[in-house]
C-alpha cells in the first residue's frame, strides 16, 4: 500500500510538472517531431526508392525508442541535479521508503507519462509519413516492460554518478547519441549487441511492428537474453548507485552542489 500511495504520489508530481511548464513540454515535442520529420524527408531525398517504405519503418520504431531511452536513462540523473540545485536532495534520505524507492517510482511515473506521448506521435508520425506499422499490443507489450526496466537500470547508474560529482551535463548530452546509437543499430551487426541494453528489445520490438512478426515466432534464447539482460541491468543500476550513495554519505558530499 505504502509503495502504491509513492507511485500515485510521484505520478501526481510529474504531470504537475508537465503541465506547470507546458510551454516548455510543448517546445519539447514539436523538437523531436521536427528532428523526425527532417529525417523521413533525408530518407526520401537520398535513400533508395525500392527500400524507402522499409527504411522509414525502421527510422519510425527506431526514433520512437531514442526517444523513450533518453527519459528513461536519464532521468533519476537529471531528478538527483535538480534536487541538488534546489536544496531537497538532503530531504529524499530523510524518507522512510529509501531514496532508491523514490527515484524509482519518478521513473517509472516518468516513463508511463512518456509512453501516453508517444503513442499520440507514433500515430501522428505515421499519419503524416502515411506508413503504418503493426501495434500488436498483446506482442510488444511484454517485450516493451522488460526493455524499459534494463533502461532503469541504467538510469540508477548514471543517478549514482550525479549523487557524488553533481554535474553530468556533458555525459548526459554524450549520452544522448550513444543511446541513438543503441536504438538504430540492428542486432544484423553483432550478436554481442544483445549484452547492451535496449538493443535486444528494440530489435524484437522492430521484429513485430514491421516485420508482423508475434511472440510466439521468437526463440527462447531471445527471451532469456532479453529477460537476464533486463534483470543484470536493474539490478547492477541499483547496486551501483546503493555504493554511490554510500561514498557520497562517508564523503560528506551528499547534500553540497
Known sequence: MKLLQLFKANFRREFILLKRYLPNTISELITFFCIFLTMFFGIKVVGDPN???SNVQYTIVSYVFW?????????IGWSIMTDAQLGTLEQLYMSPMGAWR????????????????????LYLTMLVTNTWLNI??????????????????VSFMIAGMAIIIKQVNAFLQVLQFILMALTFF????????????????????????????????FDLSDYISLIVNAAIYLVLGI????RCEKTAMTKGVLGQY
Not at 526517444?67 to 532521468?75: H, K, T
Not at 499490443?137 to 511484454?142: F, G, K, N
Request: cysteine-free; overall charge positive.
Open 102 to 121: 523514490i527515484l524509482l517510482s519518478r521513473i517509472v511515473s516518468t516513463t508511463l507519462q512518456q509512453l501516453i506521448i508517444l503513442i499520440v506521435l
Open 136 to 153: 500488436d499490443i498483446v506482442s510488444i507489450l511484454p517485450i516493451l516492460i522488460f526493455t524499459v526496466i534494463s533502461m532503469f537500470g
Open 239 to 242: 547496486l551501483v548507485f546503493k
Open 186 to 217: 540492428p542486432m544484423s551487426l553483432s550478436p554481442y549487441l544483445a549484452l547492451l541494453p535496449v538493443v535486444k528489445g528494440v530489435d524484437m520490438t522492430r521484429a513485430i511492428m514491421i516485420q508482423n512478426k508475434t511472440l510466439l515466432d
Open 67 to 75: 526517444f523513450l531511452s533518453l527519459g528513461a536513462m536519464q532521468g
Open 51 to 53: 527500400t524507402m517504405e
